[in-house]
């Protein structure tokens, strides 16, 4: 299975509510995400299962992705990908289905944590990624979902450039 992780683009460093859950990206981070989802489509994904956080800046990190690259199916919101989960959460359901294709839509410290866990098969590696950057691990069944092969890591700089 070919999981892609993608950290959230820049969001505003406060939301008018005052809730961290609302905050949303800012126009830069919207214009950022245009440009990725493009070169994300270039890639021909074909995503089987979409999963996002419950936050704001996720799911608009997640909308033109979706959009450039047809997905079919509904998003699945789940809090796995909140930013002070544990990565065997998300790990366990994707355990679960047979998916050829993922996409993660997710913050910081999580996804580093995944992504350390995945390379490094050590619960105590954290890789950061930056924002709105994107991350390509196939995992084997073999290996189960202790360890993976990083097949790509994206920054969002390059992305804009495909």
Known sequence: ?????????????????GLDADRALTDAGTKRMKLVARAIAKMEPGFDAVFISPLLRARQTAEPVIAAC???GEPRVTEALLPGSSPSAILEELETA??????????????????????SGRKDVEVPMKKASLAIFEIHPRLGTTRAELKAYLTPRLLERL
């Open 98 to 119: 047979e998916w050829k294709s993922v996409l993660l839509v997710g913050h910081e410290p999580q996804l580093g944590t995944l992504f350390g866990r995945l390379v």
């Open 70 to 72: 047809r997905f079919k």
């Open 1 to 17: 299975m070919l999981v892609h992780f993608l950290r959230h683009a820049e969001a505003e460093a406060f939301s008018p509510s």
